[in-house]
């Protein structure tokens, strides 16, 4: 037996979807080099989703640059996106609600090859972007002589010359995304300018995805966008009067708050707000997947023998792939056990203060837990090496270990805490004190899993120079990347 500590202090146990925890005391600074009524136009241009508290304004202190069809521009440089000639800026600091520790992981072999930013669970920072007369290829954004390089970029540029057609778009939103699978559209999402900028924009502008996978048109379509209007790039540059990003300094799933957003949408939308979550539900990835669990029989007959009282219905991975289905299901499921992956960004659809049983790999899907931990989902998750990450191998689990991982996901959401004894070797996620004091000094530092945390907030407080990502292994996906600001 082993004795776990809780840390669960949630005052509302309902299942009913929460109203928008807004931060209303300290605003976050607005900067007060420019005058007011330029603050007020920056402030327009984000949507009332967001309120000003949580936001910092940096106007642009250079004009923008005009050119003309024919010009031929060499690219001999790049630049960050706050150095662009022309562009306003909104910092958004988004708080996320949830302080208890909502994940309660199996100790696994260390191993980090999934990518997470623990501070992505504490807070989303994303930096909305409005470029005014930005040169736009299917390759990047570009002005004078300069290309503009997102924290999710490598180091070094096309120093190719560019022309300046004469097409021109008056108003662009363009998707950007560290990887294309379907988690990472979510939550390093192309589509979050969607919901921070206000309606009459989105509803004038036309979009364009950087990498693009065949399911951003279904989902835009289902998350009820499917009116916009597609824009078409080409290698020579279209002139953009007005350009808008949103990007996370959390490159990788780090927009959480948008992920809670987008819930609340989807929620709406299919009306399924006031549905109370009863069911249990139960998937597996496909047969010839990865992680597809071989033995899933065996495991959903003991679930039903040992909690009869609960009804359980299983759906495949692709069953519940179409929002419309999936919601309907989901948001009616209290408990819901399945493997890690794309699968577990399903939450999606659940209600807050519900449960995952996630049916872990041999490594850590750090992207799982710290979404769940965001979006308020008690969720446990086991270790499970006979379902690699990425190859395919027996697929054969413990069945009584991953039913004693369902015990405590059951027991947590019935109760709201954590169970205090359990019968594995388990831990929280992640401590989140000191994550708390470097983000309230400063939110756009990126606390990247492992990271030495406490030289970073030694660092911090004695103002001694470093890099704004905390990381303590070198990722083989970002060692190249352009410094963050």
Request: glycine share 4%; with cysteine.
């Amino acid at each position: 037996m082993y004795l776990i500590t809780s840390l669960s202090f949630v005052s509302d146990v309902s299942f009913k979807v929460e109203e928008k925890t807004l931060i209303t005391n300290s605003p976050y600074l607005i900067t007060n080099d420019t005058s007011y009524d330029k603050a007020q136009n920056i402030i327009s241009l984000v949507s009332n989703l967001i309120m000003p508290n949580q936001t910092k304004i940096i106007p642009s202190r250079i004009p923008p640059i005009e050119y003309k069809p024919g010009d031929c521009i060499k690219i001999k440089k790049y630049i960050h996106p706050l150095d662009f000639p022309g562009v306003d800026v909104q910092e958004l600091n988004l708080k996320i609600p949830i302080h208890d520790q909502r994940v309660l992981k199996a100790i696994l072999p260390t191993n980090y090859q999934i990518v997470f930013f623990s501070s992505a669970a504490i807070r989303e920072f994303t930096r909305l972007y409005h470029f005014k007369n930005a040169l736009v290829t299917y390759m990047g954004v570009f002005c004078k002589d300069c290309q503009v390089k997102f924290p999710n970029d490598h180091v070094g540029v096309d120093t190719s010359s560019i022309t300046v057609s004469n097409r021109v778009i008056e108003n662009l939103i363009i998707g950007k995304t560290t990887f294309i699978p379907w988690g990472h559209f979510l939550t390093d999402s192309p589509i979050s300018s969607l919901l921070y900028l206000p309606e009459e924009i989105v509803n004038k502008s036309q979009y364009y995805f950087y990498k693009e996978s065949f399911f951003y048109g279904d989902n835009l379509k289902a998350f009820g966008w499917g009116h916009l209007q597609r824009a078409s790039l080409y290698r020579d540059a279209t002139l953009v009067k007005n350009l808008y990003m949103a990007v996370p300094n959390d490159f990788v799933n780090g927009q959480t708050y948008f992920f809670r957003l987008l819930r609340e949408r989807l929620m709406k939308l299919y009306k399924c707000e006031d549905i109370k979550p009863t069911q249990g539900t139960i998937s597996n990835k496909g047969l010839y997947k990865p992680r597809h669990i071989s033995n899933m029989d065996k495991l959903i007959e003991r679930i039903r023998e040992t909690y009869p009282n609960i009804t359980w219905t299983y759906h495949s991975d692709d069953q519940i792939s179409n929002t419309a289905v999936a919601i309907k299901i989901l948001s009616a499921t209290k408990y819901f056990v399945t493997p890690c992956g794309s699968a577990a960004f399903k939450i999606l659809y659940m209600h807050e203060n519900t449960g995952i049983c996630i049916v872990g790999m041999a490594i850590t899907d750090w992207a799982n837990l710290g979404i769940c931990q965001a979006m308020g989902i008690w969720c446990t998750y086991s270790y499970n090496p006979t379902l690699p990450w990425l190859d395919r191998s027996t697929g054969i689990i413990d069945i009584e270990m991953n039913l004693r991982f369902l015990s405590y996901l059951i027991y947590a959401v019935d109760n709201q805490k954590w169970p205090t004894v359990t019968k594995d070797k388990v831990e929280f996620l992640f401590e989140q004190d000191m994550h708390r004091k470097i983000l309230d000094i400063d939110p756009s530092s990126s606390l990247q899993i492992p990271c030495n945390i406490d030289k970073y907030y030694d660092n911090l407080i004695h103002h001694k120079s470093q890099p704004k990502r905390c990381e303590s292994i070198k990722s083989i996906y970002f060692d190249r990347n352009v410094p963050m600001r």
